[in-house]
């Protein structure tokens, strides 16, 4: 599926021209991502730093995060690595891992090899708007978000030739057009069509999915609400955000839950506007930074630096 | 009032050490502002500029809008002109500005020649917190903005050796503790306090103003509000980002309305902050915030270039 | 040329689903852009106001500004209005804005009337870097950027199977590769194909025009440089960011000139990094903002936004 | 020295208001900060990960950063934990992190309790400029920056009567006029002065001290320059900046080397600037910019946060 995504020789390119090759020897051996999740306890950095050691191998960031919010504190941990996987092999990597998540009860423990893995594969759904499905697509195919796209499905019709539809072609990647109505949201068809994928994304699909979709489906959902949440909730926060005459307009992306533009915010931008702004260029502004934002929050959620956490917020390690 | 107020002499030297004095000879005649809102009609800007022109004067600049949003449009403009004071004295220029407001009807028409006329005289009100009303007082004494302190007022009990009592002391502005309780907001004896001035500034005031008071007072009151409005109104909106998991928070400086944190915007600026901010940090970082923008409102609405319209809007001409 | 570009359909939906339609009556009639620049003396205002209300039209904008840094000081404006042009036909717009020219003896004098007059037609050289290039190509079809495409060169051979390439083919804009060598810039083919166009964008051009060039030539050139000038010019700007240190890293877009690097700034942008940042992630978040600051200028410059004034600045009407 | 600085008082008062009390109960512990550089090897974080387990305290944050840019990879990292004063008393600690420092050959070790060691001590330098000066004594004042402030020296005339030389009285800071030639620096008086303090801060100090004091004082000196470095080094980078027509003006806090404004960047902040912008009004947001780039850094510097690597660059743990 990605033969037109940029290729080694593109790359390779890249390298040469700006000099990148010499700035990462550890580059040469593999990456790992560990995330972990448990009540707090003592000793867990030094666990998974063990760990790590024991195998020959180096801890090249940590990033860990205490919640003391709650009734419990909660340990939540990113720790990126570089190893040998002649010395560590992936199934004593697992293995590893597993211990530690046994010995301290976890709640979470993910390891990953992004060189190796495969990308985590996304769903994406759209409307009429085409400026958040387009960059995806185009940052995509440049390399700039390790993921895999399952299929785009759209409630509005683009009609064959056009430049999205013959992009997916292109690249082998399934376009269904499902037209919505008040009293159809095509929620079954949808469920059955991102059955196989990791988590979808909302590119501004101007449909509300329902408490039964999001109890099927389980995975995560990353909404971009093209206003500054909490404000402007629902329906067109630009025409919102003119009326209440501020000052600064923004994006937010967010995870999906059953409460309307209420999940937790993954990332949130802004633009400065005047009293010279229009509506319209409140919405020209605005795509602008929800192209940003949704991509961003993609680009982190597939690098495992996104975590849940306190019922409605996000750690993001960045 | 302002003798330690920085003097021609520390003036001299700034310019004398970054060499500002070459760059605006214009600056050797005097500047006038002229401020107008009307019902938008054929000719204004031709009127106002060939008036200036017709006295040896200079246009340095024209900012105008015309809001189409309501049903009639309507014209508002600010403009700055070089004018030598012989050719043009200050009766005449009333007379003649007088002149063009009959002929278009003008809601509002302002001349202001910032080196003669005295400058805007504001009270502030501040109550517990200190952060915006020293910032105001230091960029005052370095004269960044053009005002006249007429009091400051507060409902907490500072102290007389501290740090903003002395300094009012050094610079003979009066400053008054009225201890404000549920019942007893001790708005007459502020009403009375504050009657000879142009404006008030609620700098953190923890008091919401009557309608009563607002009516009696009549002129512009500002405020600052420690949240990005229109979102956390109302108490403790440090507590409500927190809550919220918002990845900006913001301040925004407004004035003020019957409404509660519901008056037209003038400024916001906003700040990144991420999982690892405590509820101390968003105070903290918003306090950098909440000065900034309130003291940028002052300095703009001293130089008249706010302006109200569309009943909860604000033009900044900047 | 631009059938694919955003259709009549597409900005009806656009209007219909955001409600725009009802905010700028004023849009019903005919928008016109005044520009003009003399030696400052008194009334120029004045005359080209009285000029456009004579006609019926009412000024929507006027930004002007004075220079007083050299010798005299020069007069700079652009105003917008809205005229009925049955009452003021071209023709006659055409003579008053000439006699108005001769009263003051302008140095430059434009009228344009964007809805019926035709776009700037740009060329676009570019190297083996897409990013800018498909940037521009796809703000371009959605409607943002007020511009006609004449070709793009390329001294990079992309093959005829890519993503630039069939867009370009598409669209029906000739895409010509010429190859570039040391001794051989192919200047008298480029200056052959570019001779009908308004202006020229460099977006990452990889090569240097020479000063014959650029006096053949004689029109505008936009160039995007991958640093904040005046740091880092010349070669591999990324990288002598990147062993400086620096904390911020910038894109600016600039008029070209004789002496690399060093033209008439038009815009700049940054973007905060740290220590963790690589000469490659240097790269990618330089890009974004080269994207974004090329798309500007070149949006701002159609517009009749940009005065080059003072040798080596420019005046931006934002 | 401090009693004049917030007190407990007040910052119960903020608490209370606020309610920040219940969010980390942590913090009713002793919090430590350990600092650690050597070449990297296996096991490091493991380690200091372990030790700190094995007192009975929690590693609250780690941030690691191993460059691999020069010959040898060097590791570096700060980690904060809370542990019992009474479990792991202050010998026990230092005996424990000096036989890590001996077992990987340490560069660096430094451990420290912010609420039980005494902050670290600077001298500021400052000329006739006040407002970095001033910004840094009011944030002292306020709790913000966590130093103690050994003297104040400047080669400017005050007079006593002045805003600053009350507050240093007030504050019992010893102030040192010590006027500055051209023949004389006064760098053996300025030496004697400092010798007792761990770093040096130039507030605006427009004195270039010499490589022979430099060597002499040996600890770190941290400078404010009113430039973007690398562009506008030396004298005057306002004018600078102005004629270089740039469209973004900023502040460099870095550490003084030999070079003149050419050592290690701490920290850099833009601000926005267009045509209308004079010389006086770069220099009016420019001193925005420098207080607040220069009280982040001394902020971060107290703190730990920041370390020196690969020559001339920073490492800024935040």
Known sequence: MSLNRQTPHFLRLKTKRYGFQDLRPETKRLHGVHVFQCTDQLGIVASISRCIASRGANILNVDLYIDFDGGKPVFYSRSEFAFDPVQWPGAVMDDDFSQISRLFNADKSI??????????????????QDHCLVDLLYRWQEGELPVDIGCVISN?????????????????????????????????EILNLVS????????????????????????????????????????????????????????????VTEELDDGPIIEQMVDRISHRDSLHSFATRSENLEKQCLAKAIKYYCELRILRYSNNKTIVFS
């Not at 690249?171 to 949201?185: A, D, E, Q, R, V």
């Not at 699909?205 to 990353?222: A, C, G, N, T, W």
């Open 196 to 255: 196989g994928t990791d988590f979808l994304v909302l590119a501004r699909y101007m449909q509300v999915l329902s408490p039964e979709f999001l109890r099927h489906y389980k995975k995560d959902i990353i909404n971009i609400h093209h206003g500054l949440l909490p404000s402007f909730k629902g329906a067109n926060p630009y025409r919102q955000a003119y009326e209440a005459g501020v000052k600064l307009i923004g994006a937010t992306s967010h995870f």
């Open 156 to 188: 509005h019709d683009r009609g064959p030739n056009t430049h999205v539809v013959r992009f997916l072609e292109r690249h082998g990647i399934p376009y269904h057009y499902l037209p919505t109505s008040k009293g159809n949201k095509r929620e079954p």
């Open 111 to 128: 390891v990953k090899i992004p060189s190796k893995d495969p990308d985590l594969k996304m769903a994406v759904l759209a409307s009429w």
